[in-house]
């Protein structure tokens, strides 16, 4: 469902950040993405994501082939998608039920849709009790939870989380990854970068591992595999 | 800060945008009176001429081409009409011994523009004395016309440029500040209409009221004018300037089309860079 053809992407300023990828993401993958800080990771998910285009190669998601995709249809394929980073960037003047509905009320989703779905959400991510606060009045799991429901609200088939434990302390990270591995039981697909070396060795699931654009390494049940 | 600075240029481009409009408008209106009351030619005939030369004459005229019509005046006419401008002067042409007029045509024109064409003709005709037409004047006014209405739409495209700019401007400003929500925005799939159209709102607005105050200053400051001119000055001027009423509410559709444009394409262009996540 995800798939990854001959892919290079050479930035304008002649660095090659990847070359010649060939990957296919199943659905209902959870796989890692691993390697040192340069690697590549980023470019991948912003190749995903369509916020830049490859030099070379297709990128096929569910079917279509993004890189043929003109830019009015973006919304369109980020609405299959969603998104988790590290700093979270969640809106500091609304609540944690203004936030998520925030992604639903982009999609211009039926307001009583938007009522039934983001306490089901908040309740799934364990923030049922804190809907009325604000960011800043939550630690970083319960934010990290946040942008998690909001990435999720709207259904999507594919998760891509990018260090989404960078943040946290070990225990809380645990937390986090407890509940995305919950959302990939439902069906959605999930891609994670990380350096979370712990994390990618207990949770033994597909690990991609990145150096120097290329890939190294890809494996079921893999572990981190770096000793940083 | 910068919305009253968006706002004061809009404003301040759309009053000279105003005060050129009634200018061209008022000098336009003047040209069209002046070409009404100029577009005649006076053809003097020498008085050999009798008779059936002056028929044949005057079937020549007729059959020219943006002639509108022509009309005979004997001399005795012409003295008559003399007399009766005169007035309480009028006695003093009593004494002449002989009618020092000429007979004339009086050839009213379809439009000044031709008047060159019709006299170019008409002098090559025989017996006529003196042609004499009023192509200079109104040529002149026409010039003053052409030019102020360039120069004023090189100023007004210039200052339209300049607001459009501030208000980008502004909005970019705006747009920074919520630059995380759009981010978020985008990574949602939210499309850019849908980031865009508060962001225009707000431009729209803040060049419609600027369209307004400038609407305020022009109307007040033309409906002085035209009262000063009206009361104190000539009667004569004042019957060719357009009356305030029906100058503002042409302005009024004008300034406001244009401010609302002006902010709904400044606040476009500020926000094209932060929509390319």
């Known amino acids: ?228 | 800060m910068m919305s009253i600075a968006s706002i004061g240029s809009v404003a301040s481009a759309l009053v000279i945008l105003g005060i050129v409009f009634m200018l061209v408008l008022n000098i336009n209106s003047l040209a069209e009176t002046a070409k009404g009351q100029f577009d005649s030619i006076q053809v003097y005939i020498r008085d050999e001429v009798q008779g059936v030369a002056i028929e044949e004459m005057n079937a020549f005229i007729k059959k020219l081409e943006g002639i509108e019509e022509v009309s005979f005046l004997s001399k005795e006419d012409a003295l008559k009409n003399m007399k009766k401008q005169w007035g309480d002067q009028g006695y003093l042409l009593e004494g002449l011994e002989t009618n020092p007029l000429p007979n004339s045509f009086v050839i009213q024109l379809k439009d000044i523009e031709n008047a060159d064409g019709v006299v170019k003709q008409i002098k090559k005709l025989q017996g006529v004395e003196e042609v004499k037409y009023y192509k200079d004047i109104v040529d002149n006014l026409l010039r003053i016309t052409h030019f102020i209405r360039l120069a004023g739409t090189i100023l007004i495209a210039v200052l339209i440029g300049i607001s459009m700019f501030i208000i980008a401007n502004t909005i970019k400003l705006a747009v920074a500040a919520r630059y995380r929500e759009i981010n978020i925005m985008k990574y949602v799939g939210a499309t850019n209409w849908f980031i865009r159209w508060p962001f225009l709102i707000e431009g729209i607005i803040l060049g419609c009221v600027g369209a307004f105050i400038a609407l305020g200053i022009v109307g007040y400051s033309y409906k002085a004018v035209f009262d000063v001119v009206t009361q104190k000055l000539y009667v004569m001027l004042s019957a060719y300037m357009i009356p305030a009423t029906i100058l503002t509410h042409n302005l009024a559709v004008i300034f406001i089309v244009l401010g609302a444009g002006i902010g709904a394409l400044g606040s476009i262009f500020s926000m094209r860079r932060f929509l390319r996540v």
Not at chain 1, 59 to 72: V, Y
């Open chain 1, 1 to 228: 469902m995800i798939e990854l053809v001959n892919v290079t992407k050479q930035y304008l300023n002649g660095m090659t950040a990847l070359s010649n990828i060939n990957i296919k993401i199943d659905k209902g993958d959870f796989v890692f993405l691993v390697g040192p800080s340069g690697a590549g990771k980023s470019t991948f998910i912003k190749l995903l994501l369509k916020e830049v285009d490859p030099t070379e190669g297709k990128i096929i998601i569910e079917g279509i082939d993004t890189t043929k995709l003109s830019r009015r249809k973006v919304p369109q394929l980020r609405r299959k998608m969603g998104v988790v980073f590290q700093d979270f960037r969640l809106l500091p003047n609304k609540t944690v039920y203004e936030n998520v509905a925030f992604a639903m009320e982009i999609i211009e989703a039926h307001p009583k849709e938007i009522r039934r779905q983001v306490p089901m959400i908040l309740s799934m991510v364990g923030l049922s009790d804190k809907s009325k606060m604000y960011p800043d009045q939550l630690s970083g799991g319960e934010q990290q939870r946040v942008s998690i429901a909001r990435a999720i609200v709207n259904n999507p088939a594919v998760l891509i989380a990018d260090e989404p434990t960078g943040n946290l302390d070990p225990d809380t990270a645990w937390e986090i990854m407890k509940l995305l591995k919950q959302i990939n039981r439902r069906g959605t697909t999930v891609v994670m970068a990380t350096h979370a070396k712990e994390i990618v060795d207990v949770m033994q699931q597909r690990v991609i591992a990145l150096e120097n654009g290329r890939i190294v390494r890809d494996d079921r049940k893999g572990v981190y595999g770096y000793e940083d």
